[in-house]
T-cell receptor, first 112, second 117 residues
Framework: KQEVTQIPAALSVPEGENLVLNCSFT??????LQWFRQDPGKGLTSLLL?????REQTSGRLNASLDKSSGRSTLYIAASQPGDSATYLC???????????FGAGTILRVKS | EPEVTQTPSHQVTQMGQEVILRCVPI?????FYWYRQILGQKVEFLVS????????KSEIFDDQFSVERPDGSNFTLKIRSTKLEDSAMYFC???????????????FGEGSRLTVL
């Protein structure tokens, strides 16, 4: 059974810092991995999707990497801003699978 | 930009009552999902739906739950007799078929908060 773990559970940083959020998964036979942002009481906004054959994806100040064989992904946020404050969720879809399995998320607070 | 829409945004109901949560997936998507998130817990998969039938369901999705695509645009989740533990945020999601040019990225709605009293 796929398990997804996110570290740290919470992170508080001053504005302008570069930061890394970590995601690990127990079964490396994945089809893709998605990073989401969730604001309090709101839905999930897709940030980046990495296919299993890819090593990284970039969107603006966000960069996600994937090391499938070791079961790890990182989300790098450059020059953090208070508007980046949210919960960041990692989710994986297994090979020949249909559903996403989610981690518990990292709660990020960027202080101005 | 196309989006998944859900109604209602919040529903309060008495234990034992039936609830229907509605979703309009993105129009060219073929796979539809319901997930839920109990306050403070992980987002959990409930059910997936493809080609007018359930393709996968979790242990949570018992006989009290059902899904339907009554027309070409709506996708509904029905809870027949709600329990206190059904209180959660319910998310609808959809995706297209993953093929060349399409990543199979999953798009979520804003959620329907269900409160069972």
């Amino acid at each position: 059974k796929q398990e997804v773990t996110q570290i740290p559970a919470a992170l508080s940083v001053p504005e302008g810092e570069n930061l890394v959020l970590n995601c690990s998964f127990t079964d490396s036979a994945i089809y893709n991995l998605q990073w989401f942002r969730q604001d309090p009481g709101k839905g999930l906004t897709s940030l980046l999707l990495i296919q299993s054959s890819q090593r990284e994806q970039t969107s603006g100040r966000l960069n996600a990497s994937l090391d499938k064989s070791s079961g790890r992904s990182t989300l790098y946020i450059a020059a953090s801003q208070p508007g980046d404050s949210a919960t960041y969720l990692c989710a994986v879809r297994k090979e020949y699978g249909n559903k996403l399995v989610f981690g518990a998320g990292t709660i990020l607070r960027v202080k101005s | 930009e196309p989006e998944v829409t859900q109604t209602p945004s919040h529903q309060v109901t008495q234990m034992g009552q039936e609830v229907i949560l509605r979703c309009v997936p993105i129009s060219n998507h073929l796979y539809f999902y319901w997930y839920r998130q109990i306050l403070g817990q992980k987002v959990e998969f409930l059910v997936s739906f493809y080609n007018n039938e359930i393709s996968e369901k979790s242990e949570i999705f018992d006989d009290q739950f059902s899904v339907e695509r009554p027309d070409g645009s709506n996708f509904t989740l029905k809870i027949r007799s709600t329990k206190l533990e059904d209180s959660a945020m319910y998310f609808c999601a959809s995706r297209t078929v993953a093929r060349q040019g399409n990543t199979g990225e999953l798009f979520f709605g804003e959620g329907s908060r269900l409160t069972v009293l």
